[in-house]
């Protein structure tokens, strides 16, 4: 397939309109191929992913995660050298979906709320709008508020997660933030770094926030205002970067395996750069 065509069936699931404003979502690196046989696609845009697309034999690779949010001169022997001198030598066309991809909620980022049946759907904060090729209009946004098919307890609900994640590739320790009600109605999730939504989330009403990146003080001040006398049982489930957009990442995958029958599609798993460590369990050699 031609790679402009591959690219305009691909924003179909990442339209640019939905980009945040900060993004560098698209070409991150251009090549002259005409023609695409083969499509690697993997998180991370990162040497060894580079690599194992060359090895594969792809002629591009599509990333969520841009090659850098700041571009500079490659003037230092560091991993972004590395990874454009890889792209070049194999003359592969590098494109990142970034917020494009996590704003469109009838694609890929929308995974775990279609797993978990969430109903009555809103954004928790609206990013732009994009028109179709039939002149209609959608909007994009990032997070998702909704109401489960029937309440669930935290640990019934961490069970779900349990089965859908990809935790033999991840950090499988969830940290827990709040203190959640018994019955959780009203779950908000937010793939990647959702940490600048926790107020949005709470004001949703969800009973329980779904996201990852969470810092120190953000956490401290959600303990705090939900002990106020006005505060509601909330709580955030911070699952870590990774897993959540490891899985739409892979989910990405299989959407254009079946819109580009003419293109082989691989997906590269990442793994989690953070593993588990149990201060109260150290091992007596560490390998």
């Not at 307890?153 to 969830?174: D, Q, T």
Request: with cysteine.
């Amino acid at each position: 397939m031609q790679q402009h065509k591959l690219i305009a069936i691909l924003e179909e699931a990442a339209p640019p309109e939905f980009a945040a404003e900060w993004d560098k979502s698209g070409i991150q690196v251009a090549s002259a191929r005409p023609e695409i046989a083969h499509l690697a696609v993997s998180l991370d845009p990162t040497p060894d992913a580079v690599a194992e697309a060359a090895a594969a034999g792809a002629d591009m690779l599509l990333t969520h995660h841009p090659l850098t949010l700041r571009p500079r001169y490659p003037d230092a022997l560091d991993i972004y050298q590395r990874t454009l001198s890889l792209l070049f030598s194999h003359d592969m066309p590098l494109y990142a979906a970034h917020t494009t991809l996590d704003a469109n909620p009838d694609g890929p980022a929308a995974w775990l709320p279609d797993e978990l049946g969430l109903s009555g759907r809103r954004f928790l904060e609206v990013t732009g709008v994009a028109r179709r090729a039939d002149g209609t209009e959608r909007t994009g946004g990032f997070g998702c508020v909704g109401d489960l098919p029937a309440p669930l307890s935290l640990p019934e609900l961490a069970r779900k997660l349990a089965a859908l994640l990809p935790l033999e590739r991840a950090n499988a320790v969830a940290r827990l933030i709040g203190e959640a009600p018994a019955a959780i109605r009203r779950v908000a999730v937010c793939t990647g770094s959702g940490a600048s939504l926790m107020d949005e989330a709470r004001a949703s009403g969800a009973d329980l926030y779904i996201t990852g990146d969470v810092k120190y003080h953000d956490a401290l001040d959600l303990v705090s205002r939900n002990r106020l006398p006005s505060g509601a049982a909330f709580a955030v489930l911070d699952v870590g970067h990774f897993i959540l957009e490891e899985e739409m990442t892979r989910r990405l995958a299989l959407v254009l395996a079946r819109r580009l029958p003419d293109v082989r599609v691989s997906f590269l798993p990442r793994r989690d750069p953070f593993s588990p460590f149990s201060l109260l369990e150290v091992p007596e050699v560490l390998s």
